[in-house]
Nanobody, 124 residues
Framework: QVQLVESGGGLVQTGGSLRLSCAAS????????MGWFRQAPGKEREFVAA????????YYANSVKGRFTISEDDAKNTVYLQMNSLKPEDTAVYYC?????????????????WGQGTQVTVSS
């Protein structure tokens, strides 16, 4: 079992950047497919990005491709989401999640462990 704690959210202007961190404890992040999801008020939780257990493959939602970058630091047992060129529509609570599947998955239901979330607000 792994415990996940997100940090790094905040208020930023359109075009700005933030880096979210997801610190894991209990097991190493390389044991899981790690993902970032987000949920805006009144909307369903949606996939943002994921990274394979080896860290060799990354996947992004079309809405963030080219602006967001997911990475992991095995030495720190932490997964990051670098967010650049932020837009008001990126405003949401961002969640880190871990999946025990061997392949990257985009579906919320396939992730077994979740953090508590961190708020990202982009002002126009």
């Amino acid at each position: 079992q792994v415990q996940l704690v997100e940090s790094g959210g905040g208020l930023v202007q359109t075009g700005g950047s933030l880096r979210l961190s997801c610190a894991a404890s209990g097991r190493t992040v390389s044991s899981y497919v790690m993902g970032w999801f987000r949920q805006a008020p009144g909307k369903e939780r949606e996939f943002v990005a994921a990274i394979s257990g080896s860290g060799g493959s990354t996947y992004y939602a079309n809405s963030v491709k080219g602006r967001f970058t997911i990475s992991e630091d095995d030495a720190k047992n932490t997964v990051y989401l670098q967010m650049n060129s932020l837009k008001p529509e990126d405003t949401a609570v961002y969640y880190c999640a871990a999946s025990r599947l061997y392949s990257v998955t985009y579906f919320v239901r396939n992730y077994d462990y979740w953090g508590q979330g961190t708020q990202v607000t982009v002002s126009s």
